[in-house]
């Protein structure tokens, strides 16, 4: 089993920026995939950003170029840098994982940007 826990999140000023972590637990070596996920008030959860094991990122188009995704794979901690935030980029974050062909969600943490 897997426990996701998020920090990090916040209210900031559209232009700011803002770094969530992602520790996960249990009885875990390596996790296959981790990732980010937000969903607005009212909106679908979307994909924000993964990363695999080896390395390798996606970003959904709104993202690239002002987040990065990162990832300890040590301490099975996952990081996304949020940078020039937008109102739009305003949801409940949720931390993703991928681990022996399962999926597991953290609690979720809120990042609300300001204009």
């Known amino acids: 089993q897997v426990q996701l826990v998020e920090q990090g999140g916040g209210l900031v000023q559209a232009g700011g920026s803002l770094r969530l972590s992602c520790a996960a637990s249990g009885s875990i070596f390596s996790i296959e995939r981790l990732g980010w996920y937000r969903q607005p008030l009212g909106k679908q959860r979307e994909l924000v950003a993964d990363i695999t094991s080896t390395g390798t990122t996606n970003y959904a188009y709104s993202v690239k170029g002002r987040f990065t995704i990162s990832r300890d794979n040590a301490e099975n901690t996952v990081y996304l840098q949020m940078n020039s935030l937008k109102p739009e980029d305003t949801a409940v974050y949720y931390c993703?994982?991928?681990?022996?062909?399962?999926?597991?969600w953290g609690q979720g943490t809120q990042v609300t940007v300001s204009s």
């Open positions: 993703h994982a991928v681990y022996s062909l399962r999926d597991y």
